[in-house]
């Protein structure tokens, strides 16, 4: 199964970095490519384990995402429940760790894991797939950079921790 990482130093606590991974709506779209759309589904008001995410990517694909950690500062992880036709499974798992010595710092590590459908194609699709992933990946977490020095992400995450 092919994994796919990227990692970030970011200047601010693992408490802040966590809290700008995890916004929702126009404060998301400011920082995050990725998306079009997103929301928690069934209901849920807050990310938790267990909580569903339905997710528009920003070429029109869609998939619903469950959450199967959630550990703030420290971790978040997800699973595709149901997705594009070509990928079998989809997972990952983003740490936030403080840069030992400098505390107002933080190690970003976002990592993936996918395999293909058809199994007869998969060979050749998660190649492609891993470029395809890797560079997604990367531009995404250079956003989250970004939206780590954005005034208007920090002070939404300030205002929802008072």
């Known amino acids: 199964m092919p994994v796919v990482e990227s990692r970030c130093v970011v200047p601010v606590s693992?408490?802040?970095?966590?809290?700008?991974?995890?916004?929702t709506g126009s404060v998301?779209?400011?920082?995050d490519p990725f998306i079009r759309r997103q929301h928690l589904m069934d209901g849920a008001t807050s990310p938790a384990?267990?909580?569903?995410?339905?997710?528009?990517?920003?070429?029109?694909?869609r998939m619903v995402s469950e959450y199967v950690s959630y550990r703030p500062p420290s971790n978040v992880g997800m699973k595709m429940t149901k997705g594009s036709w070509f990928f079998e499974r989809l997972g990952g798992g983003w740490r936030f760790t403080p840069v030992e010595g400098d505390p107002g710092s933080t190690l970003a590590v976002w990592r993936y894991n996918f395999s293909c459908k058809p199994r007869w194609l998969a060979p050749l699709a998660e190649r492609i797939g891993a470029v395809i992933l890797q560079r997604d990946i990367d531009r995404?977490?250079?956003?989250?950079?970004?939206?780590?020095?954005d005034p208007v992400v920090l002070a939404h995450v300030a205002h929802s921790a008072a």
């Open 14 to 23: 693992a408490e802040v970095a966590f809290a700008v991974s995890q916004t």
């Open 28 to 31: 998301r779209l400011r920082w």
């Open 49 to 61: 384990k267990g909580v569903r995410t339905f997710t528009v990517q920003r070429f029109g694909l």
């Open 140 to 149: 995404r977490i250079r956003g989250f950079a970004r939206g780590c020095e």
